[in-house]
């Protein structure tokens, strides 16, 4: 079956940390640029990360760099996001979505989201 | 950076044609895509590289892309339909690229 699965959500407290995971099942990963979006409550959708099919180029949003790191393991078919010094402003939930490298720009499927709170 | 314009909200009647704008700069020289998010659920593609409909996706569903707006029109519209509608294009400039989204319509029918 493919799918992206999300998982790590969690309450954390204001400058904590969190590590999302998203595994990856029914096609080939190490074919696929991966991102990470956001959506706060009530909110529209927010890109915060993007990783190459290789991990070889990465982008943040400005919002987030500095103070979030994309990984990926092709070998483990999973893609990662540390959260450092959380704001109560990083408060959402957390796609991940992939972009086939054939054909690209296009997010063409997202996982259900994982739910993170910043809050005290 | 770079910005892309929905109007928060659309309505129109079961049967009838819907209009979803999404404007920005010169976004016509861009590849527009468009998601559609039910309550609750992750966003869905429903049209990529400005017109085109990914399979599964009824041909009520086409979009356009030309000078600064891209347009998502949705014939005979359904209540099935109601959702928030975002469009997205990659912007690059010389030492950055990355996504952006506009605000997001919501549909209401």
């Known amino acids: 079956q493919v799918q992206l699965v999300e998982s790590g959500g969690d309450l954390v407290q204001p400058g904590g940390s969190l590590r999302l995971s998203c595994a990856v099942s029914g096609f080939s990963f190490s074919d696929y640029y991966m991102s990470w979006i956001r959506q706060a409550p009530g909110r529209g959708l927010e890109w915060i990360s993007y990783i190459s099919n290789s991990g070889s180029t990465i982008y943040y949003a400005d919002s987030v760099k500095g103070r979030f790191t994309i990984s990926r393991d092709n070998a483990w078919n999973s893609l990662y996001l540390q959260l450092n010094s959380l704001r109560a402003e990083d408060t959402a939930i957390y796609y991940c979505?992939?972009?086939?490298?054939?054909?690209?720009?296009?997010?063409?499927?997202w996982g259900q989201g994982t739910l993170v709170s910043v809050s005290s | 950076s770079y910005v892309l314009t929905q109007p928060p909200s659309v309505s129109v009647a079961p049967g009838k044609t819907a209009r979803l704008t999404c404007g920005g700069d010169n976004i016509g020289s861009k590849s527009v895509h468009w998601y559609q998010q039910k309550p609750g659920q992750a966003p869905m593609l429903v049209i990529h590289?400005?017109?085109d409909r990914p399979s599964g996706i009824p041909e009520r569903f086409s979009g356009s892309n030309s000078g600064n707006m891209a347009t998502l029109t949705i014939t005979r519209v359904e209540a099935g339909d109601e959702a928030d509608f975002y469009c997205?294009?990659?912007?690059?400039?010389?030492?950055?690229?990355?996504?952006?989204f506009g605000g997001g319509t919501k549909l209401t029918v």
């Open positions: 979505a992939r972009e086939s490298t054939s054909s690209p720009d296009v997010f063409d499927l």
């Open positions: 997205q294009v990659w912007h690059n400039t010389n030492d950055h690229r990355g996504v952006v």
């Open positions: 590289y400005n017109s």
